[in-house]
Structures are given as structure tokens and as C-alpha cells.
């Protein structure tokens, strides 16, 4: 008996004595690859979960997905809308409003033309069919009504500057339902944490990619996030070369209809929730430096981590609003 009780109190003592495991889940979705981490006493595994709620989301807002939703209304079809598309319709509306439009989910129909969405590439794009296409642009042509999509006939809407970020959040709140309260949710670079990296006993550590053409991934600088979620856009990477030899950014002018012409290389924010911090990111990446300097401060809630490349050709970096240093 004295053996049984002794082997019990060691057992006690092992379990008190071991270190917080943080549970780690990870896979593909939305084209890229999600990396979660989170900790509970109960080591409960959310994987089937997180698969549920992408598959949601997906059928939701996915432009990829034939008879999504969002594909749906871009037929022209009348579609009742969830609640996902509901969210993400009204803060992309208010970050349009807040841009100037530099933020519009309706240029989907010319990132198509570019080659940069699911349709593919208009064959000989020229300044005519640009022209004929922004027609069809303008997401203060768009709204709600009796939880149904009000548009002109031609509106192609495109929420994949969003979504991604909204998909981050989704993932966040399912586990503050469940009482996580330390967590990183991660997919493909854009990122929101709650609490502290339990595995290290710190905050959450993350890095903001060094801008270059050649694929290599090295860190520009390396933050500790609290509290906040950080998504980044940049042009180094997703590109196209035409037949000439010329490089075009992802990144639409959403008033002109052409590629970015700006020197940001790469653009950092850092918000409350991850569909904010992405939208903001994508509309920074358009407007150039002086424009994001006078959003900046008007809007101290946004902290944004700019790189740019000056006139000798070299990097630059610029932090706006006490960015993590």
C-alpha cells in the first residue's frame, strides 16, 4: 500500500512540475498553408473544427470555388447571404470609405485581366479594354438589401484581400469560445495572437520578410505581437513579367486599372483583428508613402512597417504609429 501511495504522489509531482506544451496544427487552405498553435489543459485537438470553418468560409467568399457564393452573385445570380459575407461586406465598405477607394473588392474583373485572379488573363490586354473594365468598378455601387447583393450587372466582386485576414480571425474567436486564451493563428504571412508563446514563456515572436526577387527568405526585422493580429503586402514576390521583360506588381490601381507604380516594396500593419490589418495593408501597398504617412495619422489604432526602395536603389525602412521596433 505505502508503494502505491508513493508511486501516486510522484506521478503528482511529475505532472505539476511539467512544462506547458503548446498544441500545434497546421495544412493547407485558401491556396496557401495555415500554422496554428494554441494551449489548453485539456490538450483538446481543434483540427476537425478549423477544417469545418475554412470549408465555410471557402464556400462563402472563395472566387476560386465555381459555385461559392461570392462566384455566385458575380453570375448574377440573387444569393441569401451568411453571416461571414455580411461581416466582411460591410468592413471592406468601411475601409473603402475611409481609403478613398484605394481599397475596392470590386476590381476583381481587372486583376483578372492582369492575370492575377481565377479567370486568368485577357489575351493582348490594351488601354481599351482597361477602359471598358473600370466602367464596371466602383464599390459605392454596390450594397445590402433584405440580406441579398444590390449591383450593376457588371460588378465582379473579389474579397481575396480580405478574406485570408477574416479566415485568421474566424479561427481566433472559435478559440476564445472555447476559452484559449493563448494563441497564434497563421495563414499564409498574415497572423493574430491572444496571450503568450507558452512553449518559450514570452510573447509571440514573428518575423517581417526582407524584400527580394530571388526568392530567399531572410527577415527584415523580427516583433513581439500582444493582443494584435499583422498582415503584410508586398510586390517582391507575386509578379509578372510581360513579353518585354517588364515586372508588374499584383497590387491594382484601383484608379487607374493599371499595376501599382509606387516604390513600397512591402507594407506591415498591425490591428486589432486580421481582416482590418489586411485590407489596410493591400489599399497601403497602392497608395504610396506620403498618402500612408497622413492616413497614419489620422488613424493611431494602425501601426505600419513600410519598405521601400529610394532613388539610389536601396532599401529603406519607415514605422509609423510606435511600429515594434
Known amino acids: 500500500m505505502k508503494k502505491i501511495v508513493y508511486l501516486f504522489l510522484i506521478s503528482i509531482v511529475f505532472s505539476c512540475n511539467q512544462e506547458p506544451e503548446n ?95 481565377p479567370e486568368g488573363k485577357i489575351t493582348n490586354i490594351d488601354s481599351t479594354t482597361i477602359d471598358s473594365l473600370m466602367k464596371s468598378v466602383g464599390y459605392n455601387r454596390m450594397g445590402l438589401r433584405d440580406n441579398k447583393i444590390v449591383k450593376s450587372s457588371k460588378s465582379f466582386l473579389d474579397f481575396n484581400a480580405i478574406a485570408k485576414g477574416y479566415g485568421v480571425d474566424v479561427i481566433g474567436e472559435f478559440l476564445e469560445s472555447k476559452n484559449v486564451t493563448d494563441y497564434l493563428v497563421e495563414i499564409g504571412g ?27 527568405q531572410s527577415y527584415s526585422k523580427i516583433i513581439a505581437l500582444q493582443e494584435e493580429a499583422m498582415a503584410t503586402s508586398g510586390t517582391y514576390r507575386k509578379f509578372k513579367i510581360d513579353d518585354n521583360g517588364n515586372r508588374y506588381a499584383h497590387i491594382i490601381d484601383t484608379k487607374t486599372g493599371y499595376p501599382s507604380k509606387t516604390n513600397i516594396l512591402s507594407v506591415s500593419v498591425l490591428a486589432e ?4 490589418a489586411d485590407a489596410y495593408a493591400t ?43
Open 23 to 117: 498544441i500545434k496544427i497546421s495544412g493547407p487552405v485558401f491556396g496557401t498553408a495555415y500554422n496554428i498553435q494554441y494551449y489548453t489543459t485539456d490538450d483538446s485537438n481543434y483540427k476537425t473544427q478549423f477544417d469545418s470553418l475554412f470549408a465555410v468560409v471557402n464556400e462563402s467568399m472563395s472566387t476560386y470555388i465555381p459555385d461559392s457564393k461570392i462566384s455566385r452573385i458575380n453570375k448574377g445570380e440573387s444569393v441569401e447571404l451568411d453571416a461571414h459575407f455580411t461581416r466582411v461586406f460591410n468592413k471592406a465598405k468601411e475601409i473603402y470609405r475611409a481609403t478613398e477607394g484605394a481599397f475596392d473588392p470590386t476590381i476583381g474583373s481587372v486583376v483578372n485581366a492582369w492575370d492575377f485572379g
Open 190 to 216: 498574415e497572423i493574430r495572437v491572444r496571450g503568450i508563446n507558452l512553449d518559450k514563456k514570452s510573447p509571440w515572436k514573428v518575423g517581417i520578410d526582407d524584400p527580394n526577387f530571388e526568392g530567399e
Open 273 to 276: 483583428d486580421c481582416m482590418t
Open 283 to 325: 489599399a497601403f501597398q497602392a497608395m504610396g508613402i506620403d498618402k500612408v504617412k497622413a492616413f497614419a495619422e489620422r488613424h493611431a489604432e494602425l501601426k505600419v512597417f513600410i519598405i521601400f526602395e529610394n532613388e539610389a536603389k536601396e532599401f529603406e525602412t519607415l514605422s509609423l504609429n510606435n511600429f515594434p521596433e
